[in-house]
């Protein structure tokens, strides 16, 4: 064997990691990746709901987040007339 080929050979090896490490890993991978569409789903909404209310409907910010004027808003739209 040369001594290049045996440098490789010894990377390799160096790189492997033991398959403990890997399952870890690769469940982490996975916890984050399920947690993290809910996690967009709610911040989509939050800037759907600034974007909507203040810049469409040119309220003030602080009215967004006011369960008030959600429920004023469910009222108007749900109401029997």
């Known amino acids: 064997m040369t001594e290049a080929a045996s440098k490789k050979e010894s990377k390799d090896k160096a ?10 890993m690769r469940v982490t991978f ?20 600034v974007l909507g209310y203040v810049y469409l409907g040119k309220r003030p910010m602080d009215d967004v987040y006011e369960a008030e004027t959600w429920r004023h808003l469910y009222d108007l739209v749900f109401s029997q007339t």
């Open 15 to 24: 790189k492997k990691r033991p398959k403990s490490s890997k399952k870890w």
């Open 30 to 49: 996975l916890i984050g990746k399920w947690l993290s569409i809910p996690v967009l789903c709610v911040v989509a909404l939050a800037v759907g709901l």
